[in-house]
């Protein structure tokens, strides 16, 4: 994908976002904050343009196959945001302890995740690969996307639509839908040859199994085991 093709895509992206939070927020004006929503979009253009290398215009220093550049600018920047006492990195999930009694629910969810992975690596098993790429699949997808998706991102969509429902244990909000939402159009949606694509299936097998990784966020209050889980589910198909 070029540069072009790539802002033309994260535009779509964005102006979905915003179409489809204000349609929600209007719907429910009383808990719907507009400027978190803004910024919702605004570190979603932060994240794509970092995990582009400012779309090409940063040499890549690093090399390999892998965007192992972008990636890493990407953490950086969550990072650095999430350091911000708007954020804060607890409040971002960005932290080894558990809250208290969440692991004896929360393992059998981790087990349930697995299982999930296990059949798609067993159904779409990977074809031939290398070092690198276990290595990649093996952090960098964990270690970037979680932090913004089950991280900052959802913290700012959480402070945009602050009505709550109780299910399953945990409070959702329309941030936990919208943030799922563009984690799986990060993966199936895009543009190129003059016109936007859409993969329903891609978006189902990223978008679906993010709602488990978002309510092991939010039981254990942690991106510890979203992580984890996370990287185990992209490196499985290399090693099965």
């Excluded at 070029?2 to 929600?24: F, M, P, S, Y």
């Excluded at 990407?74 to 804060?88: K, Q, R």
């Amino acid at each position: 994908m070029n540069a072009v093709d790539g802002l033309v895509a994260l535009g779509g992206t964005l102006a979905l976002l915003l179409i489809a939070g204000c349609i929600v927020g209007f719907a429910d004006r009383r808990n719907f904050d507009p400027r978190w929503l803004i910024a919702a979009a605004m570190l979603v253009l932060v994240n794509d343009a970092c995990l582009t290398s400012a779309y090409g215009l940063i040499p890549d220093v690093i090399g390999g196959q892998w965007n192992w550049q972008g990636k890493l600018l990407a953490l950086c920047a969550t990072l650095a945001i999430a350091a911000l006492p708007a954020f804060g990195w607890r409040r971002s999930g960005i932290r080894l302890s558990q809250e208290a009694g969440s692991l004896k629910a929360a393992l059998p969810v981790a087990m349930l995740y697995c299982a999930f992975f296990l059949a798609i690596a067993l159904a779409f098993p990977g074809g031939k690969t290398d070092g690198e790429e276990v290595a990649f699949q093996l952090t960098m997808p964990g270690f970037e996307e979680e932090p913004f998706y089950r991280g900052i991102l959802l913290l700012a969509l959480d402070r945009a639509f602050t009505g709550r429902v109780r299910f399953l244990g945990v409070s959702w909000g329309w941030g936990a839908v919208l943030s799922c939402g563009l984690f799986g159009m990060a993966h199936a949606f895009g543009f190129s040859d003059g016109q936007f694509s859409f993969d329903a299936m891609t978006m189902a097998l990223t978008a679906l199994p993010s709602f488990i990784a978002v309510w092991l966020r939010l039981k254990t209050g942690s991106l510890l085991l979203p992580v984890f889980l996370h990287n185990f589910g992209n490196s499985l198909s290399l090693l099965v």
